[in-house]
């Protein structure tokens, strides 16, 4: 059997202390995210043994998902333990309910993960250990993932906001058996989510039904288990620089080039795909869709107008160059906004927000603008627009084709009207007659999409 000899305290805490001098620095602002389960009712203590020894200041945020009856005592727990150490808690609470063809498990990890992207501090600090990590690269390889998702767990991780903290994870190396005697031995109190025993789930069904059988043949499975997934790591990350690679040779102007990527072989395009599909934070396509990508990227022509939809993204090219986005509702074409003096006037239906500045020389005359009620509308088709004083007036359709606005955009750009007369178009400019004169200050508007 694993684990006969006696595991020592102490050694959780040399092994924690490591990681946490490898990443924190002095003066650090580290939050645990406490459940008031075993694993992070230890983190957090032993993080509070260490906090000022390193230097680094400590904080909890315990998430309520509103699933079990159980949850405002864990709550209640939570803020009791963190009293009696003197430690600040935050409380967040959610209504999770599962979504058509997704798990709850995965739905309430989303909105966890949601919430820690909204923290303030330098990282948000999670009890996950060696034997979490064998489960994890487990259901990878049941649901048949890559390397990336096969890496598993990293000790640290970037979240998707420029602005949000670090995911640490400095337990990864620890076992479970490690955590339980930690907790024994300073007479710690915890609470146990009864959902942990519920085999339905499939994390639960690993622990309880496969691998007290694999740890009997293979007693040391999850160390072996987190040498494979940092293996599968190292492999990951060389798949990533060569994906750097690939995507400089294959850029321009901000956008893949089709003619370019076909230059790769099949696996690189998909490897680089994958690579820009993961830093735009967009859900990696199916095995089975990503061929399909592949197929009509090689065999369409330059001018094609692919559009692929797969997930909460779709797939595009346009004159010879790739969009990867994430999708959106159609806008209702009646759409119509008034706009009244604002600073900045959010426009969701569109998913971004116009700015409206003064600057001298530059924008719309105020006083012009202001005779007529002022609006945001969609195009409906047939307008014309003179941005340039010593050319015609044009159809508006040839001056965003021009423009190489993708269709997908033009439909959904907000036009600025003063009355009926169309005043400002972004990416275009502002019409002619509505120009400030030299020496006047202007209004500037500027449309910042999300």
Same mark, same amino acid.
């Given at each position: 059997?694993?684990?006969?000899?006696?595991?020592?305290?102490?050694?959780?805490?040399?092994?924690?202390?490591?990681?946490?001098?490898?990443?924190?620095?002095?003066?650090?602002?580290?939050?645990?995210?406490?459940?008031?389960?075993?694993?992070?009712?230890?983190?957090?203590?032993?993080?509070?043994?260490?906090?000022?020894?390193?230097?680094?200041?400590?904080?909890?945020?315990?998430?309520?998902?509103?699933?079990?009856?159980?949850?405002?005592?864990?709550?209640?727990?939570?803020?009791?333990?963190?009293?009696?150490?003197? %430690?600040?808690?935050?409380?967040?609470?959610? +209504?999770?309910?599962? $979504?058509?063809?997704? !798990?709850? /498990?995965? @739905? =309430?990890?989303?909105?966890?993960?949601?919430?820690?992207?909204?923290?303030?501090?330098?990282?948000?600090?999670?009890?996950?250990?060696?034997?979490?990590?064998?489960?994890?690269?487990?259901?990878?390889?049941?649901?048949?993932?890559?390397?990336?998702?096969?890496?598993?767990?990293?000790?640290?991780?970037?979240?998707?906001?420029?602005?949000?903290?670090?995911?640490?994870?400095?337990?990864?190396?620890?076992?479970?058996?490690? %955590?339980?005697?930690?907790?024994?031995?300073? +007479?710690?109190?915890? $609470?146990?989510?009864? !959902?942990? /025993?519920? @085999? =339905?789930?499939?994390?639960?069904?690993?622990?309880?039904?496969?691998?007290?059988?694999?740890?009997?043949?293979?007693?040391?499975?999850?160390?072996?288990?987190?040498?494979?997934?940092?293996?599968?790591?190292?492999?990951?990350?060389?798949?990533?620089?060569?994906?750097?690679?690939?995507?400089?040779?294959?850029?321009?102007?901000?956008?893949?080039?089709?003619?370019?990527?076909?230059?790769?072989?099949?696996?690189?395009?998909?490897?680089?795909?994958?690579?820009?599909?993961?830093?735009?934070?967009?859900?990696?396509?199916?095995?089975?869709?990503? @061929?399909?990508?592949?197929?009509?990227?090689?065999?369409?022509?330059?001018?094609?107008?692919?559009?692929?939809?797969?997930?909460?993204?779709?797939?595009?090219?346009?004159?010879?160059?790739?969009?990867?986005?994430?999708?959106?509702?159609?806008?209702?074409?009646?759409?119509?906004?008034?706009?009244?003096?604002?600073?900045?006037?959010?426009?969701?239906?569109?998913?971004?927000?116009?700015?409206?500045?003064?600057?001298?020389?530059?924008?719309?005359?105020?006083?012009?603008?202001?005779?007529?009620?002022?609006?945001?509308?969609?195009?409906?088709?047939?307008?014309?627009?003179?941005?340039?004083?010593?050319?015609?007036?044009?159809?508006?359709?040839?001056?965003?084709?021009?423009?190489?606005?993708?269709?997908?955009?033009?439909?959904?750009?907000?036009?600025?009207?003063?009355?009926?007369?169309?005043?400002?178009?972004?990416?275009?400019?502002?019409?002619?007659?509505?120009?400030?004169?030299?020496?006047?200050?202007?209004?500037?508007?500027?449309?910042?999409?999300?």
């Amino acid at each position: 059997m694993a684990h006969l000899r006696k595991p020592k305290s102490n050694n959780i805490i040399d092994s924690t202390k490591a990681v946490l001098k490898t990443y924190i620095k002095q003066n650090d602002h580290v939050i645990v995210a406490l459940s008031g389960g075993i694993d992070s009712t230890v983190l957090l203590d032993l993080l509070n043994s260490l906090s000022n020894p390193l230097q680094f200041t400590l904080s909890a945020v315990h998430v309520d998902h509103g699933i079990s009856q159980n949850a405002r005592q864990w709550s209640k727990f939570c803020c009791n333990f963190c009293r009696t150490l003197n %430690i600040p808690i935050t409380i967040t609470h959610l +209504k999770i309910s599962k $979504v058509p063809g997704g !798990s709850l /498990e995965a @739905t =309430a990890r989303t909105a966890r993960y949601q919430v820690f992207n909204r923290l303030r501090a330098d990282y948000v600090v999670l009890g996950q250990h060696r034997d979490d990590q064998a489960e994890t690269l487990f259901l990878q390889l049941l649901r048949g993932a890559g390397t990336r998702g096969l890496a598993a767990m990293p000790v640290v991780r970037k979240q998707d906001s420029y602005q949000a903290p670090r995911i640490l994870r400095p337990l990864l190396d620890v076992s479970r058996s490690h %955590i339980m005697q930690y907790a024994k031995e300073k +007479k710690l109190n915890w $609470v146990n989510d009864e !959902s942990n /025993e519920n @085999t =339905a789930f499939d994390r639960n069904f690993l622990r309880h039904e496969i691998f007290p059988r694999l740890e009997k043949r293979y007693p040391d499975y999850p160390k072996t288990f987190l040498r494979t997934s940092q293996h599968l790591a190292e492999a990951s990350h060389l798949l990533d620089e060569l994906a750097e690679l690939d995507n400089r040779k294959c850029m321009l102007n901000g956008k893949l080039q089709i003619e370019r990527l076909r230059e790769l072989s099949i696996p690189r395009t998909k490897n680089l795909l994958r690579y820009t599909f993961s830093r735009q934070g967009i859900n990696q396509p199916s095995t089975k869709k990503m @061929t399909d990508i592949i197929q009509q990227l090689f065999t369409a022509g330059t001018d094609a107008k692919l559009h692929i939809p797969f997930g909460n993204a779709e797939f595009r090219c346009f004159k010879g160059a790739v969009y990867i986005l994430a999708r959106k509702a159609i806008p209702d074409n009646g759409l119509l906004f008034i706009w009244r003096g604002e600073k900045q006037l959010v426009l969701n239906q569109l998913n971004g927000s116009i700015k409206f500045t003064f600057k001298k020389n530059s924008g719309i005359d105020f006083e012009k603008l202001n005779k007529d009620p002022v609006t945001i509308r969609l195009r409906s088709g047939g307008e014309h627009f003179r941005p340039n004083c010593k050319r015609p007036r044009r159809k508006l359709k040839s001056l965003l084709q021009e423009a190489l606005i993708p269709p997908w955009d033009r439909s959904a750009l907000p036009l600025l009207f003063s009355g009926e007369q169309l005043t400002w178009v972004p990416g275009i400019g502002i019409e002619c007659e509505f120009q400030v004169s030299p020496g006047k200050t202007g209004l500037v508007p500027t449309w910042e999409p999300d």
